[in-house]
C-alpha cells in the first residue's frame, strides 16, 4: 500500500469522531484521487463548481488596484498601470475551472511573481514565466506519444479548430493510465488536469 493510501486512511479514520472535524484538500486531482479512493471515499468533489471558479486565481479588479499602488509607489505614469494589465491579460489570464462560468481568472504564482518583481524593480519583469510552473516535459512527451497525442497537443496550440469535449473523463487511476484506451476524451481530460488547457467559459 503507497504512503498516499495510508496518509488518506488515517485523515479519514481522524475525521470519524477522532478529533478532526472537517478536511479540506487541494491541489488533488483525479489523476492522484482514482487511485486512492478506497482509503478515502468520503470526499465530496467541488472542483467544478462555478462558486469556487475563483478560490484559488485573482480577479482583474484585484490586480488593478496591486498594480495601482505599486505605480503610484514607483511613482511611474499613470498608463504603466495599463501596460502592465495589458502584459499580465496575454500571459496569465485565462483559467476557467467550471464551464458555467465566464469569468476567466489569473494564475496566482504568476501574478505574484509579477508583482513582487515590478513592486521591486519598478519595472516588469523580462521573463514573463516563473520557472515554478514550467510545463513538465515528461508528461507532454507521454502525451504525445499517445494515439492521437501529438494531433490533439498541436490542435491545443493552434486552437484551429478549438478542442472541445461533451464531458471531462474523471478516472485516471495507474490501470487506466497504463491499459484503458486512450481516446479524445482522455486526453483533452488529462490536458486539462494538468492545467494545460481550460475551459473557454
Not at 31 to 56: G, H, K, Q
Request: with cysteine; aromatic share 12%; proline share 4%.
Amino acid at each position: 500500500e503507497g504512503s498516499l493510501k495510508t496518509f488518506f486512511r488515517a485523515v479519514k479514520s481522524a475525521s470519524s469522531g477522532r478529533g478532526l472535524e472537517r478536511v479540506f484538500i487541494t491541489g488533488v486531482s483525479p489523476v492522484l484521487m482514482t487511485d486512492i479512493t478506497s482509503a478515502y471515499n468520503v470526499a465530496e468533489d467541488i472542483y467544478l463548481r462555478p462558486v469556487f471558479n475563483d478560490l484559488c486565481g485573482f480577479r482583474e479588479s484585484e490586480i488593478r488596484s496591486v498594480l495601482k499602488q505599486i505605480v503610484e509607489e514607483c511613482k511611474l505614469s499613470p498608463e504603466k498601470e495599463q501596460d502592465a494589465m495589458s502584459l499580465m491579460q496575454q500571459f496569465y489570464n485565462g483559467y476557467c475551472f467550471s464551464e458555467r462560468v465566464n469569468e476567466f481568472i489569473y494564475n496566482p504564482t504568476l501574478v505574484l511573481y509579477f508583482l513582487k518583481y515590478f513592486q521591486q524593480e519598478c519595472q516588469f519583469p523580462r521573463l514573463m514565466l516563473d520557472n515554478n510552473l514550467a510545463i513538465d516535459r515528461g508528461k507532454l512527451a507521454y502525451i504525445s506519444a499517445l494515439p492521437n497525442g501529438e494531433p490533439i497537443i498541436s490542435q491545443a496550440l493552434n486552437e484551429t479548430p478549438p478542442l472541445s469535449l461533451s464531458e471531462l473523463a474523471n478516472r485516471f487511476g495507474v490501470d487506466n493510465m497504463l491499459n484503458a484506451s486512450k481516446d479524445t476524451t482522455f486526453i483533452v481530460s488529462l490536458l486539462y488536469y494538468l492545467g494545460i488547457l481550460t475551459f473557454n467559459g
